[in-house]
């Protein structure tokens, strides 16, 4: 009995007949499920079940060892950089190329003479994308107030009689203002080196860098 009912699952396997008596044997299709269910098993296995002593001292996490595997390799994307907070009071230090920024600007030689003697100090007031940005001397101040990415008409008439289209924005950790108008390349970039703030000012060719220490 034994040996006739061998020698017919053989010839069932070997003729792939389609199944007839279910009671009796297992279709082709059921034993590929088990053989599937079987290797997901072994190789999606807990991992600590690879660790069966309880006395090791560093077990591996219980998780899938299938799990791990997609894991590790998944794409690890660079932290983003949150811009530096400009707030502060700070002093002027030193400045350069002055007069030829301002000869850029077609500002007249008895005001580049006055411009010349100031040392402006920078009040910056940075409350997420709303700043407030002051200049401030003993000649005249100029406020600037702004949100960052979105493009407003600067009114520039204290300073050289004009108005432009402005829009500052982030580029890293440097504050980027373009100023679209008559005088081509103008805008300014504030950064922070230390308890240093750093001011380069554009126009045409000329570009002229301030420095200002933050006291408070």
């Not at 070997?14 to 044997?25: C, D, E, L, S, T």
């Not at 600590?48 to 894991?71: D, F, N, T, V």
């Not at 924005?169 to 504050?175: M, V």
């Given at each position: 009995m034994r040996g006739g009912r061998k020698s017919g699952r053989n010839s069932y396997c070997?003729?792939?007949?389609?199944?007839?008596?279910?009671?009796?044997?297992r279709p082709l299709h059921s034993l590929c499920v088990c053989v599937c269910v079987c290797v997901c098993v072994c190789v999606c296995r807990p991992a600590?079940?690879?660790?069966?002593?309880?006395?090791?001292?560093?077990?591996?996490?219980?998780?899938?060892?299938?799990?791990?595997?997609?894991?590790s390799q998944a794409p690890s994307w660079p932290a983003q950089t949150m811009p530096p907070n400009l707030t502060?009071?700070?002093?002027?230090?030193?400045?350069?190329?002055?007069?030829?920024?301002?000869?850029?600007?077609?500002?007249?030689?008895?005001?580049?003479?006055i411009v010349l003697l100031l040392k402006p100090d920078k009040e910056i007031d940075h409350q997420g994308?709303?700043?407030?940005?002051?200049?401030?001397?003993?000649?005249?101040?100029?406020?600037?107030?702004?949100?960052v990415g979105v493009e407003f008409e600067e009114?520039?008439?204290?300073v050289d009689g004009?108005?432009?289209?402005?829009?500052?924005?982030?580029?890293?950790?440097?504050?980027?203002c373009v100023q679209k108008g008559e005088v081509p390349n103008r805008g300014w970039r504030h950064w922070l080196e230390g308890e240093k703030l750093y001011l380069e000012l554009t126009a045409k060719d000329a570009v002229c860098e301030q420095v200002f220490r933050k006291v408070k």
């Open positions: 070997n003729r792939a007949q389609p199944f007839k008596n279910p009671g009796k044997h600590w079940s690879l660790s069966a002593s309880p006395a090791r001292q560093h077990p591996l996490p219980a998780y899938p060892a299938c799990y791990i595997l997609l894991k502060g009071y700070y002093c002027f230090v030193s400045q350069k190329n002055m007069e030829d920024y301002l000869q850029a600007l077609n500002i007249n030689m008895a005001l580049r003479k994308n709303h700043m407030i940005v002051k200049t401030l001397s003993t000649f005249r101040n100029y406020i600037l107030e702004f949100e009114d520039l008439r204290i004009r108005k432009c289209q402005t829009i500052v924005t982030w580029e890293e950790e440097q504050l980027v």
